[in-house]
T-cell receptor, first 113, second 109 residues
Framework: EADIYQTPRYLVIGTGKKITLECSQT?????MYWYQQDPGMELHLIHY???????EKGDLSSESTVSRIRTEHFPLTLESARPSHTSQYLC????????????FGNGTRLTVT | AQRVTQPEKLLSVFKGAPVELKCNYSYSGSPELFWYVQYSRQRLQLLLRHISRESIKGFTADLNKGETSFHLKKPFAQEEDSAMYYC???????????WGAGTKLIIKP
C-alpha cells in the first residue's frame, strides 16, 4: 500500500549520541520534507528536498542534516543529540504541484536526556 | 512578508453548535490555501483545499480575497470533530507551505 513510513516512533537517547530518523515513502513523490513540531504547536520546516541529490534547509535553524540518495528515502541525522532536540519530527512527501497536499508520516517522538 | 494567522489557539463549542475556525493570510501573490487536521494519536492529514471547492466531513471553507481569509466552517459540530486544525498557504513561487500556529477544537457533549 502506498504510504509514508517513519521509524522509530519513539526514541529516548542520551546527550551526545548520534541518531538517524528514518523516513520512506512508496508513493513515488519527488518532494519530501522534515518538520519539527512540539505537541499541539505549530510546524517548523527544517529540511526539504525536490528530488534525488537535492536538499535544502528550511526556516528553522537546525543542527541536523539530511540526504536524498534514493527517491523513496529521506533520513535525518543528528550528529550529537542535545536536550534541546527533544521534540516530535514529522516527515512528509508530495507531488511536485502547488495544489498537491502533503502526506505525513506518523512522526518520531525524540527525547534526549 | 507572507504569513498565516490563526487567532484562536483554543476553541470550545457544544455539540450541535456551529463552528468557525478563523484563518487570515498575508500574501502579495495568488493565494492557494489548505486546511489540515490532526486527530488525537493520528497523523496530520489534509482536510480540504481551496482549489477543490469541496465539503469534507461537513466542513467548508471559502476564500475571501477582500478580507484575506479562509475560515473553516461547519454548521453542526460533532464530538469527533475535536482535533487540532492547521491552515496553510502555498506560495506560487516555490510551492512552499506557510503554516498557521493551529487551533485546538474541543467539542463538548
Amino acid at each position: 500500500e502506498a504510504d509514508i513510513y517513519q521509524t522509530p516512533r519513539y526514541l529516548v537517547i542520551g546527550t551526545g549520541k548520534k541518531i538517524t530518523l528514518e523516513c520512506s515513502q512508496t508513493m513515488g513523490h519527488d518532494k519530501m520534507y522534515w518538520y519539527q513540531q512540539d505537541p499541539g504547536m505549530e510546524l517548523h520546516l527544517i529540511h526539504y528536498s525536490y528530488g534525488v541529490n537535492s536538499t535544502e534547509k528550511g526556516d528553522l535553524s537546525s543542527e541536523s542534516t539530511v540526504s536524498r540518495i534514493r527517491t523513496e528515502h529521506f533520513p535525518l541525522t543528528l550528529e550529537s543529540a542535545r536536550p534541546s532536540h527533544t521534540s516530535q519530527y514529522l516527515c512528509a512527501s508530495s507531488e511536485d504541484s502547488r495544489f498537491s497536499p502533503l502526506h505525513f508520516g506518523n512522526g518520531t517522538r525524540l527525547t534526549v536526556t | 512578508a507572507q504569513r498565516v494567522t490563526q487567532p484562536e489557539k483554543l476553541l470550545s463549542v457544544f455539540k450541535g453548535a456551529p463552528v468557525e475556525l478563523k484563518c487570515n493570510y498575508s500574501y502579495s501573490g495568488s493565494p492557494e490555501l489548505f486546511w489540515y487536521v490532526q486527530y488525537s494519536r493520528q497523523r496530520l492529514q489534509l482536510l480540504l483545499r481551496h482549489i477543490s471547492r469541496e465539503s469534507i466531513k461537513g466542513f467548508t471553507a471559502d476564500l475571501n480575497k477582500g478580507e484575506t481569509s479562509f475560515h473553516l466552517k461547519k454548521p453542526f459540530a460533532q464530538e469527533e470533530d475535536s482535533a487540532m486544525y492547521y491552515c496553510a498557504l502555498s506560495l506560487d513561487s516555490n510551492y512552499q507551505l506557510i503554516w498557521g500556529a493551529g487551533t485546538k477544537l474541543i467539542i463538548k457533549p
